[in-house]
């Protein structure tokens, strides 16, 4: 993989969290049934966590291309983040009727340069359809059940 492609997806993913942390608590506590309200304190400090964690499961697939687990975290990042425009935000801004922040960095960002590299991948023959679904699913359950623990995290050490 060309490393300025990591770049993108690095850009990609840092946008769309920081339009998330910008809006998302506010929003979040219109008190939607899908949307449990979040505090700033534990968005801010679960997205710094999840994009950090972004950032370093790059890194170390870029260092270690051979390394299986890396390639499959990598892949599964990009496949989760793809998975994420379509749920929750794009479902919820179609359902509530009131746009989901994330959404443009997602449609714009997220989905053309995680499906592009995925592609690339794909047709160099570093990856397999069933490599990209399979680590799409084990990343994306890992990431959803590390919210709440993160979100508790957040809330509990960060104090502005």
């Known amino acids: 993989m060309k490393s300025y492609y990591a770049i993108f997806f690095c850009l990609a993913i840092t946008l769309h969290n920081l339009e998330e942390a910008l809006w998302l608590p506010q929003w979040s506590q219109i008190g939607f049934f899908i949307q449990k309200p979040v505090t700033p304190n534990e968005f801010h400090f679960a997205v710094l966590i999840i994009t950090s964690l972004a950032y370093l499961i790059t890194f170390l697939y870029l260092?270690?291309?051979d390394a299986n687990l890396l390639k499959w975290a990598f892949i599964g990042f990009l496949g989760s983040m793809i998975f994420n425009?379509?749920?929750?935000?794009?479902?919820?801004t179609i359902f509530l009727k009131t746009y989901a922040p994330g959404l443009v960095t997602a449609l714009l960002l997220n989905i053309p340069i995680n499906t592009v590299i995925l592609y690339k991948l794909q047709?160099?023959?570093?990856?397999?359809?069933?490599?990209?679904l399979i680590s799409?699913?084990?990343v994306g359950i890992l990431l959803i059940a590390m919210?709440?623990?993160?979100f508790t995290l957040g809330n509990n050490i960060i104090n502005y």
Do not use: D, G
């Open 63 to 65: 260092s270690f291309p």
């Open 85 to 92: 425009a379509i749920f929750p935000h794009l479902i919820a």
């Open 123 to 132: 047709t160099s023959k570093h990856i397999t359809i069933k490599e990209v």
């Open 136 to 138: 799409t699913i084990v």
């Open 147 to 150: 919210i709440p623990l993160l």
